[in-house]
T-cell receptor
Framework: GQQLNQSPQSMFIQEGEDVSMNCTSS?????WLWYKQDPGEGPVLLIA?????ELTSNGRLTAQFGITRKDSFLNISASIPSDVGIYFC??????????????FGQGTILTVHP | DGGITQSPKYLFRKEGQNVTLSCEQN?????MYWYRQDPGQGLRLIYY???????QKGDIAEGYSVSREKKESFPLTVTSAQKNPTAFYLC????????????FGSGTRLTVV
């Protein structure tokens, strides 16, 4: 099945640094979602985006729905050790065989050094 | 509180055995999904169900089977035909459109011994 192109694959940063990651696709999506997965747990929804150009924040997290509807970005400001985990983007197209089915990125593994 | 529960958290299987992973949700979601996650890899869709008594194959359905007899439950059986079953399995549920995203369970780690 199709996957979104998520980058970077992994990041090693110092506590306090800002983080940026993105997802791109050759297809248009109507909804973009960002999840975080803690080690040994299921992914948890962080931010949902529904409109091209939309910028949404959740605490230190900010995500944007790209104008072309083919990409999305997630920024984490002032990282802390508990930000460690895998971050996934997911896109949703409406209708047809894609109805209700999310397309996931491969994930960005974030490591934060104290 | 509503949620989605997977059990057991850890499961060990001998080669040649079938095992069933449980997934129960009380979110009143119509759609349910099973994903497989291998180390360093993303989520791969095994099966999904958008309504009771109906389910569809995902990208890697070979060696797996499911049933959807109740709205709340979507068990996954890993059969002996699955050649490399050791992985982390995630169950999820959503409203039919998926537009609010999926709610995931906490996963089952299956190890073949």
């Amino acid at each position: 099945g199709q996957q979104l192109n998520q980058s970077p694959q992994s990041m090693f940063i110092q506590e306090g640094e800002d983080v940026s990651m993105n997802c791109t696709s050759s297809s248009i999506f109507n909804t973009w979602l960002w999840y975080k997965q803690d080690p040994g747990e299921g992914p948890v929804l962080l931010i949902a985006l529904y409109k091209a150009g939309e910028l949404t924040s959740n605490g230190r997290l900010t995500a944007q729905f790209g104008i072309t509807r083919k990409d999305s970005f997630l920024n984490i400001s002032a990282s802390i050790p508990s930000d460690v985990g895998i971050y996934f983007c997911a896109g949703l197209r409406s209708g047809g065989t894609s109805y209700g089915k999310l397309t996931f990125g491969q994930g960005t593994i974030l490591t934060v050094h104290p | 509180d509503g949620g989605i529960t997977q059990s057991p958290k850890y499961l060990f299987r001998k080669e040649g055995q079938n095992v069933t992973l449980s997934c129960e949700q009380n979110l009143n979601h119509d759609a349910m999904y099973w994903y497989r996650q291998d180390p360093g890899q993303g989520l791969r869709l095994i099966y999904y169900s958008q309504i009771v008594n109906d389910f569809q194959k995902g990208d890697i359905a070979e060696g797996y089977s499911v049933s959807r007899e109740k709205k709340e439950s979507f068990p996954l059986t890993v059969t002996s035909a699955q050649k490399n079953p050791t992985a982390f399995y995630l169950c999820a549920s959503s409203i039919p459109t998926g537009s609010r995203g999926y709610t995931f369970g906490s996963g089952t780690r299956l190890t073949v011994v």
